[in-house]
């Protein structure tokens, strides 16, 4: 039987297996991506692109592809509800990040935008960068199976165009094959949670609604459809692939009776319904039925197989988390890879995987399931809750504009229903907070403060140990710069400024002994970055002549507040302990 070898076998080439692929292949690790399909995806599926997901492709040098396909964040803000898109609407919430005090918070916290990036358009942007740097991608190749050794992982996988099946030796395997992930099903992870909440029809068809989106721009459409069976999204949506002309309905459906059959007919009814005018030419290109689900892993990782994306987070698409944790899943565990591979790291930095990105998987599991229960008050605010009769539903939807107390008492609800939507809408901190503790983590001693305010809603930087490198725009001459530029790039940044001499002295000391490759930036007056804005000295939480670590995730792994005569032991030290070493 042949046997194709290579250092990392990542099975699946979604989201979180093209970033993983990108990354590896961007560190210059050998790795080979496989996938049961013909093609890449072929329908929108995963859409919103947040902050952090950009600021990661903004470091493996694909930022730019993906904003000059995209949606852009002005275009994302107005989630309406409606009775129909041609019919009544019953309130609007700035969204993404387009609220006027929400803008300016995205502004301050990184150098990247928010964007509507389909992943029938991503996916080609991660694969081809990936294969361009080295990756070695086979299509209607299906995994079956693998065993482990103590040196590696021998998958067997079946060639779908031969019929014919051959074994694949790495060192590691990443299993990102998705939602029903059978390398977590083989590697035997632990779940909680279960699959199949609440079932979901996709509709994916053109149409021209300029005429009804454009004066109100958004990625979503909530239709209130009394009588209507809505699964588990609780509401029928329409959702904007590009604008204004391709678009995606999401329907419910009763899990127990089962999908309905997806003729074109029937697709047409139920975007006819949603849109509230039958004459709009309508061209139906896909449907497809899936499951809402609510199921977290516990661990990522049996000894030599890392598994990554839906294949350990699976939930609905509610806060659009789940491409971008995928894609950050992915960020975390390359370099991480590419370390042990190539002898830097001791293999204990692999358990650091799991033990920084698994309490994320289980947040946005039950922050998604979350903002579906949320979506109740507004129809408890409108009434359609409180009967069965679908003319009732509609009497009662009306009564919100009678100039009555009850009638006034109705629009007050409706208003504060619609605005606790900010939780699935504009979670900035959902999406910018996380802080990792685990072994590839050095704290400082000092105690958590916590967060100033909401930590889902609003995103507070940091440069605790753990903590992601705060933005702040700095200057090189003529150049302007985030400090996120200054680290990543696959390699440890040691972060300094006017007096830490000695810093950068260890630093040179742990390259020398820790064989790493570690960069040095000062930033003040007369140093190679200035901050004239003076935001970098606000936000640093560190004196200038002390010092953060960011490790290749730009995450930070160690900080010292000011210079220490004991630098190189104390930089060495973290070192030691973040790549394993003790």
Known sequence: METVE????????????????????????????????????DTPRAHITNQRTMEVLRDLGVEDQVTAQATPQPLMGNTVFCTSLAGEELGRLRSWGNDPLVQA?????????????????????????????????RFHTEYLSHEQSDDG??????????????????????????????????????????MGVAGSLNIVFEADLTDLTAHRPSTLYWVLAPGATVGGIGAGLVRCVRPWTEWMVVWGYDLEAGPPDLTEEFARSVVHRLLGDDTIP???????????????????????????????????????????????????????????????????????????????????????????????PVFEALGVLATSDTEQMWRNVDARKAATPDGAKQRQGLREAIAAKVYEFNAHGVEMNQRYVSDAIVPDGTPDPGFDRDPEL????????????????????????????????????????????????????????????LVTV?????????????????????????????????????????MSPRAGE?????????????
């Open 458 to 517: 609003h995103h507070q930087p940091s440069t605790r140990s753990g903590a992601k490198l705060p933005h702040a725009w700095v200057v090189r001459g003529r150049e302007l710069l985030s400090t996120l530029d200054l680290g990543g790039h696959g390699r440890f940044t040691l972060f300094t400024g006017i007096g830490g001499d000695r810093w950068e002295e260890a630093a040179a000391a742990a390259r020398k002994e820790l064989g790493i490759e």
């Open 105 to 137: 918070a995205h502004e301050r916290a990184s150098p990247s935008r928010m964007c509507d990036m389909p992943q029938h358009l991503m996916e080609p942007v991660l694969v081809n960068a990936a294969v361009s740097r080295g990756t070695a991608l």
């Open 570 to 582: 104390l930089l060495i030290g973290a070192l030691r302990k973040i790549l394993g070493h003790g």
């Open 282 to 376: 309508v061209r139906i290109t896909s449907t497809s039925a899936w499951t809402v689900n609510h199921l977290y892993a516990e661990t990522y990782a049996d000894r030599r197989v890392l598994c990554a994306g839906d294949a350990v987070h699976r939930h609905p698409p509610s806060n659009g988390l789940g491409s971008n944790t995928s894609i950050q899943d992915a960020y975390n565990l390359a370099w991480k890879l590419k370390l042990v591979l190539d002898g830097t790291a001791a293999p204990a930095l692999l358990d650091t995987y799991s033990a920084e990105r698994a309490p994320v998987g289980r947040q946005i599991v039950e922050r998604a399931n979350r903002s579906i229960g949320e979506t109740a």
């Open 522 to 562: 000062s930033i003040g007056p007369g140093q190679e970055y200035e901050d004239p804005y003076g935001d970098w000295a606000r936000l640093r939480e560190i004196g200038d002549c002390g010092a953060l670590l960011t490790r290749p995730d730009n995450h930070i792994g160690f900080r010292h507040p000011e």
């Open 153 to 194: 992982v021998t998958a067997l996988v079946e060639d779908r165009l031969r019929g014919d099946t051959y074994r694949v030796r790495a060192r590691y395997l990443v299993g990102a094959d998705g939602g029903r992930s059978r390398v977590v099903e083989n590697a035997g992870l632990p779940t909680v949670g279960r």
């Open 6 to 41: 290579t250092d990392v076998l990542v099975v699946g080439s979604g989201p979180a297996g093209a970033a993983t692929a990108l990354a590896l292949s961007t560190y210059g690790v050998p790795n080979v991506m496989v996938t049961r399909y013909g093609s890449l995806a």
